[in-house]
């Protein structure tokens, strides 16, 4: 079993759709958690930063945590052809960069 | 403008054929990393560094080699290819950490393509 579980994809939904990206993970020791966003051709570029369970918002992106059920979820609100991405989770149970366990990551298409 | 520049982009090689993928930061960043990315599997760590003269292996090492000589470049080592190498690759910097209690922020390149034959 893989330490960290994302659905491929691909998604596509209609611009102005709200996107639901998520994984699971196995290892209950993970407490940073970070979804990165991977353009075609480009270098993946993070996105958003949690710390532990809880919400965080960043404009029309909400990354959710649920420590109990080892889940983490991103949403995007009205959602713009420019989303059209690969996005990863990430995730570590240690305060260093050496520890970033990565998802497959998920390929998302809006739809104008 | 802050960025991980690496070369070559794409490089089409036959098996045994030594190679070498240079990666440079201007961030004078302490880590550096290297990362495979694969279909279904996702981005896997070669090797990373935590400072000069400092490298240690991540999860996927086997047939690969590193150095970290100055703090700018950590170029990835293919001694002898092998066509299961051909994949795509990412070089990354980082603080390491903010010393803010997180990971610190992985910044990369924009990947080489190598194809071996």
């Known amino acids: 079993q893989k330490e960290v579980e994302q659905d491929p994809g691909p998604l596509s939904v209609p611009e102005g759709a709200i996107v639901s990206l998520n994984c699971t993970y196995s290892?209950?020791?993970?407490?940073?958690f970070m979804w990165y966003r991977q353009y075609s051709r480009k270098g993946p570029e993070l996105l958003m930063y949690?710390?532990?369970?809880g919400n965080k918002e960043d404009g029309r992106f909400t990354a959710q945590v649920d420590k109990s059920s080892k889940y983490i979820s991103l949403f995007i609100r009205d959602s713009q052809p420019s989303d059209s991405a690969t996005y990863l989770c990430?995730?570590?149970?240690?305060?260093?960069?050496?520890?970033?366990?990565f998802g497959s990551g998920t390929r998302l298409s809006i739809r104008p | 403008e802050a960025q991980v520049t690496q070369n070559p982009r794409y490089l089409i090689t036959v098996t045994g054929k030594k190679l070498t993928v240079t990666c440079s930061q201007n961030?004078?960043?302490?880590?550096m990393s290297w990362y495979r990315q694969d279909p279904g599997l996702g981005l896997r760590q070669i090797y990373y560094?935590?400072?000069?003269?400092?490298?240690d292996k991540g999860d996927v090492p086997e047939g690969y080699k590193v150095s970290r000589k100055e703090k700018r470049n950590f170029p990835l080592i293919l001694e002898s290819p092998s066509p299961n190498q051909t994949s795509l690759y990412f070089c990354?910097?980082?603080?390491?950490?903010?010393?803010?209690?997180?990971?610190?922020?992985?910044?990369f390149g924009e990947g080489s393509r190598l194809t071996v034959l």
């Open positions: 990354a910097s980082s603080t390491g950490t903010s010393g803010g209690g997180d990971t610190g922020e992985l910044f």
């Open positions: 290892n209950s020791a993970f407490q940073y």
């Open positions: 949690t710390y532990s369970s």
């Open positions: 990430a995730m570590s149970w240690y305060s260093s960069a050496s520890k970033i366990i």
């Open positions: 961030m004078n960043h302490e880590y």
């Open positions: 560094s935590m400072n000069v003269e400092v490298t």
